[in-house]
Nanobody, 120 residues
Framework: QVQLVESGGGLVQPGGSLRLSCAAA????????MGWYRQAPGKERELIAA???????NYADSVKGRFTISRDNAKSTVYLQMNSLKPEDTAVYYC??????????????WGQGTQVTVSS
């Protein structure tokens, strides 16, 4: 069973920044295209950022220019740098697999996620 562990969330004021991390045991992250998903209260989970093994990235329009996804295959870790945060970014953030087309393609299991709250 794949175990993904997200961390780095918290409470931040509008305009602030956070850096999320996602780690997994073994080579799960190194051998897969990965993405960050988020689920806001009352909404469906959505894919917001994706990265290939080689570092090509793709972003949802809602975060483009503000968020940056990156990966360190040696550490089997994926990151999400979030800048210029807005209240509408408030959600639980998860990492999981994406397809070769950088579309949602998650493993059956999800991590616990990390809560991001943007509020003054």
């Amino acid at each position: 069973q794949v175990q993904l562990v997200e961390s780095g969330g918290g409470l931040v004021q509008p305009g602030g920044s956070l850096r999320l991390s996602c780690a997994a045991a073994g080579s799960i992250i190194s051998f897969n295209y990965m993405g960050w998903y988020r689920q806001a209260p009352g909404k469906e989970r959505e894919l917001i950022a994706a990265i290939t093994s080689g570092g090509r990235t793709n972003y949802a329009d809602s975060v483009k220019g503000r968020f940056t996804i990156s990966r360190d295959n040696a550490k089997s870790t994926v990151y999400l740098q979030m800048n210029s945060l807005k209240p509408e970014d408030t959600a639980v953030y998860y990492c999981n697999r994406v397809s070769v087309h950088l579309a949602p393609y998650p493993f059956d299991s999800w991590g616990q996620g990390t809560q991001v709250t943007v509020s003054s």
